[in-house]
């Protein structure tokens, strides 16, 4: 079956840190990944996202780089800073299981001046 | 466009009480998801649509809850009766149910039960 599986949290880190958050998936098929994040009080917002093998999602200074052979779409960022404090989700999404969406966990990130 | 709307964003209510949540997509939006947020348990999916027909309610915890789209452009969300366990965040998001496609989240309706 499907599934996303990303590092426990909470993660604390120093402004202009650099950031990793790590997300590995199982999924039938060829899935495309995404990364949202979660403001507190707000709903998920679309971070970035991925749709094939190689491609690499960026946004706002985050990255991460859809690998097949690890089944892997990490987050990164070179440098982090306070407004960045969230939660964040790993998703993929299959057409071989209907379009559903499969999240993870949810990562939560900590940023102090 | 005016993203999805969810109502109540916040409501109280006692154990026993009905309670229903609702949802306008993204208009064009053929996919809908509603989502149960927790502390404990994280967010989980509790039922998803595509094309207003149910595909999966595996999620959906009980007999206690049920959900219905009986068009594009709404779907409501059901407790009834209402437990203090169900005191969570409830989203709805849409989206074009093709694979690669964003889904987009409401602002959550938040939930308490005492």
């Known amino acids: 079956g499907n599934s996303v599986t990303q590092m426990e949290g909470p993660v604390t880190l120093s402004e202009e840190a650099f950031l990793t958050i790590n997300c590995t998936y199982t999924a039938t098929g060829y899935p495309s990944l995404f990364w949202y994040v979660q403001y507190p009080g707000e709903g998920l917002q679309l971070l970035l996202k991925?749709?094939?093998?190689?491609d690499k999602g960026s946004n706002k200074g985050f990255e991460a780089t859809y690998r097949k052979e690890t089944t892997s779409f990490h987050l990164e960022k070179g440098s982090v800073q306070v407004s960045d404090s969230a939660v964040y989700f790993c998703a993929l999404c299959s057409s071989n299981t209907g379009n559903q969406f499969y999240f993870g966990t949810g990562t939560s990130l900590t940023v102090i001046p | 466009d005016a993203g999805v709307i969810q109502s109540p964003r916040h409501e109280v209510t006692e154990m026993g009480q009905e309670v229903t949540l609702r949802c306008k997509p993204i208009s064009g939006h053929n996919s809908l998801f509603w989502y149960r947020q927790t502390m404990m348990r994280g967010l989980e999916l509790l039922i998803y649509?595509?094309?207003?027909?149910?595909?999966?309610d595996s999620g959906m915890p009980e007999d206690r809850f049920s959900a219905k789209m009986p068009n594009a452009s709404f779907s409501t969300l059901k407790i009834q009766p209402s437990e203090p366990r169900d005191s969570a965040v409830y989203f709805c998001a849409s989206g074009l149910g093709a694979g690669g496609n964003t889904i987009y989240f409401g602002e959550g309706s938040w939930l308490t039960v005492v």
């Open positions: 991925a749709t094939k093998a190689d």
């Open positions: 649509f595509n094309n207003n027909v149910p595909i999966d």
